[in-house]
């Protein structure tokens, strides 16, 4: 009786022998990279800057972890050396909202009153009045409370309270502490932060405009906020109150700002209107659009592992039983990590340069991410692959394994643009599919508007869980398998 490697080299001699096998193969990978590259190389970019018309695109600013941000808002501040602590009441949010134009009309009407979910008040203190520089604010966002943020990626939550709020901020040494409260009096603490050096200690005001989902896209419109500061005190601060409209935006004169912010003052009431938003961004173009092409590809290794799978046994192996299924996995398996690890490095290493010559700035990822995705991408594969197997084998028809597989890992990637957000996320965390969470290398922050569905690259499970509901169905098809091999196998008594 032949042993398990012998019977796993013998398997995988036979596979590098079959020309079906090995072109299949190919094409799997070619499929996808093909794709991935055309993506790169038709992707072109350009803005208006100024007297500039059509110029490339400058990058966004990055924030101190390295990735992109949008920093956009209204700050009115003093300098801070050392110590110190800014309190202030800040009163309900007013503002303005455009409304979608209607179809032929690019320009639609005028902005209406009313105020864009996480439109954002408070307090702050910030390294420097530069885009991407550190920060802490304690603020109050509309709908969404009182919250703690800092660096652009940490959000903690205080009260619900959406009516006038006493917020603080207290810096002691690097330490800035948050605190809030209904009557000035009576403090919570929120959460503290880490902020080192010099600093701007004041107020600040921002809208990040109201997200228009429409099909697979998303849009952003115009919104801008209001809210009266009173009751404030600052201590350890020098200098006298400064203005700023961070990261604002000209027209094509290059000196008329774009919807700019502004501070009125009355006595020692201040009331800032702002425009944009603070924080990570996740819309753009991200490295995974590189690998759309996936999907299609893993067709492709669905064919081939359902021929592995169901293929006849051979002279010596007709006592081996589960173990000849095992053998087919192991070889389907390595072959399908080879094929996905060679698409996503080649597609990702060599599709990144074509993009940023093409005008386009991928939202950066460390790395240990690239690193990641590339592994990831390949384990995928491995799993799809040894999956294949294991429902030809126990179905035994290569027509329907090829059907029942296609239709738990490739369907419902396919059918991402077409069924509504939730049910494709429910479709991408129930099955096989949910595999294609290690594509994902900007995360969905809760506190960042964004059309966050699988269609747009955005999945409802981490990557290793993702992974591992895959690994589940590849399993389970293979245990059944070896079961059915084994009874088929057995000597009666």
């Not at 010099?198 to 005001?205: D, S, T, V």
Request: glycine letters at 14%.
């Amino acid at each position: 009786m032949m042993t398990f490697a012998e019977l796993t080299g013998a398997r995988w001699a036979g596979f590098r022998r079959s020309r079906g096998l090995v072109a299949g193969l190919a094409v799997a990978m070619l499929i996808p990279l093909a794709l991935g590259l055309l993506f790169a190389a038709g992707s072109r970019s350009s803005c208006t800057q100024g007297a500039v018309v059509d110029g490339p695109c400058p990058p966004p600013p990055l924030g101190p972890g390295g990735e992109a941000v949008e920093d956009r808002f209204f700050f009115v501040h003093r300098s801070l050396d050392g110590d110190g602590t800014i309190t202030a009441r800040v009163g309900p949010m007013t503002g303005r909202i455009k409304e979608p134009p209607p179809p032929g009309d690019p320009v639609g009407p005028p902005p209406v009153p009313g105020v864009a979910p996480w439109s954002q008040a408070g307090l702050m203190i910030k390294s420097e009045v530069r885009q991407g520089a550190p920060y802490v604010a304690v603020l109050t966002a509309h709908g969404h409370g009182v919250r703690m943020q800092y660096d652009f990626t940490g959000d903690l939550a205080g009260s619900a309270a959406q009516g006038p709020r006493w917020l603080r901020l207290t810096r002691a040494g690097k330490t800035i502490t948050g605190y809030e409260s209904g009557d000035g009096r009576r403090w919570s603490e929120i959460g503290r932060a880490r902020l080192a050096g010099p600093a701007r200690i004041g107020l600040f005001a921002a809208s990040p405009g109201a997200l228009t989902v429409e099909g697979l896209g998303a849009a952003q419109r115009f919104s801008e906020a209001t809210a009266t500061f009173d009751r404030i005190g600052v201590t350890g601060a020098s200098s006298g109150w400064r203005q700023d409209d961070v990261g604002v935006v000209f027209e094509q004169d290059g000196v008329t700002p774009h919807h700019p912010g502004g501070l009125v003052r009355s006595g020692d009431t201040m009331t800032l209107t702002g425009v944009g938003a603070i924080g990570p961004v996740t819309a753009g173009v991200r490295l995974e659009h590189l690998l759309t092409g996936l999907p299609l590809g893993l067709l492709a290794l669905v064919v081939v592992g359902s021929l592995l799978g169901a293929s006849r046994t051979r002279p010596g192996e007709e006592e081996a039983g589960g173990r000849v299924v095992a053998a087919k996995a192991v070889v389907a398996a390595g072959a399908g990590f080879a094929g996905g690890l060679v698409v996503a490095a080649v597609a990702l290493l060599a599709g990144e340069p074509i993009l940023r010559a093409g005008g386009n700035h991928p939202l950066p990822v460390s790395p240990l991410t690239e690193v990641r995705v590339i592994v990831g991408v390949a384990v995928f594969w491995a799993v799809v692959a040894a999956l294949a197997v294991g429902v030809a084998a126990l179905v035994r028809r290569r027509v329907v394994a090829i059907g029942v597989t296609a239709l738990l890992v490739v369907a419902p990637a396919l059918a991402a643009v077409a069924v509504p957000g939730g049910v494709a996320g429910w479709l991408h965390a129930l099955t096989p599919a949910a595999g294609y969470a290690v594509t994902q290398t900007i995360p969905a922050y809760p506190q960042v508007a964004g059309h966050y569905v699988p269609a747009t690259g955005f999945y409802p499970l981490p990557f290793w869980a993702g992974l591992a509901v895959a690994c589940g169905y590849a399993v389970l098809a293979l245990l059944l398998a070896v079961r059915r091999a084994e009874r088929a196998t057995a000597v009666p008594a």
